[in-house]
């Protein structure tokens, strides 16, 4: 079947540290994957995406790239700020299931100032 | 240009009665997905429809539950004889078209409690 498969939370750095967040899947086909992130008491915000092998994700300072060789979509920034505390999702969807979204079950970032 | 709104935001239903959640999806957006989140879980996939059509309900229980997407108006997710087992976050998502690379946009959701 189509699975994700996230770190369990909750991850708490100090400001300005190194972030890592790992993402594994296992997909019937040929995956897209996406990260979202979702503050307290709201929706999920698209953060990026990468739609097929080495391509790399970025926006905000976060990154991730399609590893196929590892089935992974890890998320990366090199300074996390305290704006950053939310949920984090890692996501993948399929071709042949149209936009529907397959979730891993999120992972907690708590950053402390 | 809204985002995709859904009212409520927050919803109390005693067990047994029925709950109605809707979802205005972005303006030129024909494409609406459901999904709900339980207590520190990810968000699990209902049914995605476009205007008048089901296109996948696989996710949707077999009982109680049912969603619409008119010709005019929102999206509707009604839940009938709730229980508390159905208390969670429900959130749609809209697109402006299908295919694996489109953006979904979500809404904020509708907290749903049953007591």
């Known amino acids: 079947g189509n699975s994700v498969t996230q770190m369990e939370g909750p991850v708490t750095l100090s400001e300005e540290a190194f972030l890592t967040i790992n993402c594994t899947y296992t997909a019937t086909g040929y995956p897209s994957l996406f990260w979202y992130v979702q503050y307290p008491g709201e929706g999920l915000q698209l953060l990026l995406k990468?739609?097929?092998?080495?391509d790399k994700g970025s926006n905000k300072g976060f990154e991730a790239t399609y590893r196929k060789e590892t089935t992974s979509f890890h998320l990366e920034k090199g300074s996390v700020q305290v704006s950053d505390s939310a949920v984090y999702f890692c996501a993948l969807s399929l071709m042949e299931y149209g936009n529907k979204l397959v979730f891993g079950a999120g992972t907690i970032l708590r950053v402390k100032s | 240009n809204a985002g995709v709104m859904q009212n409520p935001r927050h919803l109390v239903r005693r067990r047994g009665q029925e709950a109605r959640l809707r979802c205005s999806p972005m303006k030129g957006h024909s494409h609406v997905y459901w999904y709900r989140q339980l207590p520190e879980e990810g968000l699990k996939f209902m049914v995605y429809l476009q205007k008048e059509n089901i296109i996948d309900e696989s996710g949707m229980p077999k009982e109680r539950f049912s969603a619409e997407f008119p010709k005019e108006g929102p999206s509707i997710l009604r839940i009938q004889q709730v229980v508390r087992g159905d208390s969670a976050a429900y959130f749609c998502?809209?697109?402006?078209?299908?295919?694996?690379?489109?953006?979904?946009?979500f809404g904020q959701g509708t907290r749903l409690t049953v007591v």
């Open positions: 990468a739609t097929k092998a080495d």
């Open positions: 998502a809209s697109s402006p078209r299908g295919g694996q690379n489109t953006e979904a946009f």
